[in-house]
């Protein structure tokens, strides 16, 4: 089978898995941040693009599938999540989650959109544990220019008084072109947390700080917050991650990826206190490698390489590795 997708099915990738990954990963991978979706979620005729390559669905057993040939011989964990387009079915992609995650292996949390949403039918699914958490998105929100949109409009005092009665997780994309170095949204996460001190706040991407100028400063307000947790998902800077890792507290930190998108071959790269994806084939976040000069891998191994080159820079133990990779987001699921 000839895939997209750059696991240990090709040779380069299973060779870089055996020289670098296999001694540095723990036994136990969750994943925090992983998107699935059933078929008919997608409007007819459409597709989503994983950097460039067009799928139609991604379920749970194609996910199953996947952790093997890129952790091998590991037990792997995922939360999942829908994928959160105002265009998709909602209602459908959280229903399969609801239904089909064991909570033993696979974790759902639950779309979330504030204009359509029903306050009683998310307060039932998260009461009941039927969701363990929500995922709100900018694109919810519906405003003209999706780089307007602040945090208390993805989440509205209703739900989040509801989250936080549940202790429920919030996974949370924050909007805004500036992103973690924004001073809307640097105020609005403070009080986010505090208002809400029993909702577990998970800040997506490191807050999409993927370079450093990002993120260097923009921890400080934020660090002490009890209630604030970092997903590692699609960073591949091993600076940025340096800088999380020297200032917030190790416990804080979970591993994620943005599966499937992650498994796509290419690399976040820095340039010039800007970012850019660079692929092997054209996506609308990336420039693509028109020439073929690279080789690329996947997204996902090249997030743990960053992750590996942090760990022995900063000497850290092997305690802080398996914590990151499985304990850190076990905790928070287990009180959610
Ligand atoms: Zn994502």
Same mark, same amino acid.
């Given at each position: 089978?000839?895939? %997209?997708?750059?696991?240990? =099915?090709?040779?380069?990738?299973?060779?870089?898995?055996?020289?670098?990954?296999?001694?540095?990963?723990?036994? @136990?991978?969750?994943?925090?941040?992983?998107?699935?979706?059933?078929?008919?979620?997608?409007?007819?005729?459409?597709?989503?693009?994983?950097?460039?390559?067009?799928?139609?669905?991604?379920?749970?057993?194609? &996910?199953?599938?996947? #952790?093997?040939?890129?952790?091998?011989?590991?037990?792997? #964990?995922?939360?999942c999540f829908g994928f959160p387009?105002?265009?998709?079915? &909602?209602?459908?992609?959280?229903?399969?989650?609801?239904?089909?995650?064991?909570?033993?292996?696979?974790?759902?949390?639950?779309?979330?959109?504030?204009?359509? +949403?029903?306050?009683?039918?998310?307060?039932?699914?998260?009461?009941?544990?039927?969701?363990?958490?929500?995922?709100?998105?900018?694109?919810?929100?519906? *405003?003209p220019d999706v780089n307007q949109?602040?945090?208390?409009?993805?989440?509205?005092?209703?739900?989040?008084?509801?989250?936080?009665?549940?202790?429920?997780?919030?996974?949370?994309?924050?909007?805004?072109?500036?992103? &973690?170095?924004?001073?809307?949204?640097?105020? =609005?996460?403070?009080?986010?947390?505090?208002?809400?001190?029993?909702?577990?706040?998970? #800040?997506?991407?490191?807050?999409?700080?993927?370079?450093? *100028?990002?993120?260097?400063?923009? #921890?400080?307000?934020?660090?002490?917050?009890?209630?604030?947790?970092?997903?590692?998902?699609?960073?591949?800077? %091993?600076?940025?991650?340096?800088?999380?890792? =020297?200032?917030?507290?190790?416990?804080?930190?979970?591993?994620?990826?943005?599966?499937?998108?992650?498994?796509?071959?290419? *690399?976040?790269?820095?340039?010039? @206190?800007?970012?850019?994806?660079?692929?092997?084939?054209? %996506?609308d976040l990336s420039i693509s490698?028109?020439?073929? *000069?690279?080789?690329?891998?996947?997204?996902?191994?090249?997030?743990?390489?960053?992750?590996?080159?942090?760990?022995?820079?900063?000497?850290?133990? +092997?305690?802080?590795?398996?914590?990151?990779?499985?304990?850190?987001?076990?905790?928070?699921?287990?009180?959610?």
């Amino acid at each position: 089978m000839n895939s %997209w997708k750059e696991t240990i =099915q090709y040779e380069r990738n299973r060779i870089i898995f055996e020289e670098e990954l296999d001694s540095f990963l723990p036994d @136990d991978i969750l994943d925090f941040h992983v998107h699935v979706f059933p078929e008919d979620v997608i409007p007819a005729g459409e597709s989503f693009t994983c950097a460039g390559h067009p799928i139609v669905s991604y379920d749970l057993d194609e &996910l199953r599938s996947d #952790l093997t040939q890129i952790y091998p011989q590991r037990r792997s #964990l995922a939360v999942c999540f829908g994928f959160p387009k105002v265009e998709y079915d &909602l209602q459908r992609n959280n229903d399969y989650l609801a239904d089909q995650c064991d909570r033993r292996q696979f974790f759902p949390l639950r779309l979330f959109d504030p204009q359509c +949403d029903a306050m009683d039918s998310l307060l039932n699914d998260l009461e009941s544990g039927r969701f363990l958490g929500i995922k709100p998105y900018p694109d919810y929100v519906r *405003k003209p220019d999706v780089n307007q949109v602040e945090i208390h409009e993805m989440l509205p005092a209703r739900a989040m008084e509801i989250v936080n009665q549940c202790g429920s997780i919030v996974m949370l994309h924050i909007p805004r072109k500036a992103r &973690l170095a924004d001073p809307t949204n640097q105020r =609005q996460i403070v009080a986010l947390c505090r208002k809400y001190p029993d909702a577990k706040i998970i #800040l997506a991407h490191i807050g999409r700080a993927y370079y450093l *100028k990002n993120i260097i400063g923009f #921890l400080d307000d934020l660090k002490n917050l009890p209630n604030l947790y970092y997903d590692l998902a699609m960073v591949n800077n %091993w600076e940025v991650m340096e800088h999380l890792f =020297q200032t917030v507290s190790p416990e804080k930190i979970v591993y994620g990826t943005d599966i499937p998108l992650a498994l796509g071959p290419g *690399k976040s790269v820095e340039i010039n @206190d800007q970012y850019t994806y660079v692929t092997p084939v054209p %996506w609308d976040l990336s420039i693509s490698d028109d020439h073929g *000069k690279i080789q690329f891998t996947s997204f996902l191994y090249e997030e743990i390489r960053a992750v590996k080159k942090t760990v022995a820079r900063l000497r850290l133990p +092997d305690r802080f590795v398996q914590d990151l990779f499985y304990a850190n987001g076990m905790r928070l699921l287990n009180n959610a």
